[in-house]
């Protein structure tokens, strides 16, 4: 079920919406206008091993930062 990103034409409020089927209509959670446009978002996957060098090696950080922030675990 993907979630998509949308901007209500009506007030401007950007909202993320998941859409269980393509069908499901989609409103403003603030102002119930239908007439809403579905924004481009990008998307992130994990496909396989990362190509970046084991914990430790070469990471500014000396340790490991599976947290994300380390630029070397991107």
Known sequence: MPIHEYACRQCGHEFEELLRT???KVSCPK???TDVQKKLSAFSAVVGASSAP???EGCPQGSCCSGGA???HR
């Open 22 to 24: 393509a069908e499901q």
């Open 31 to 33: 102002c119930d206008s």
């Open 54 to 56: 084991p914990c430790g």
């Open 70 to 72: 380390c630029p070397m």
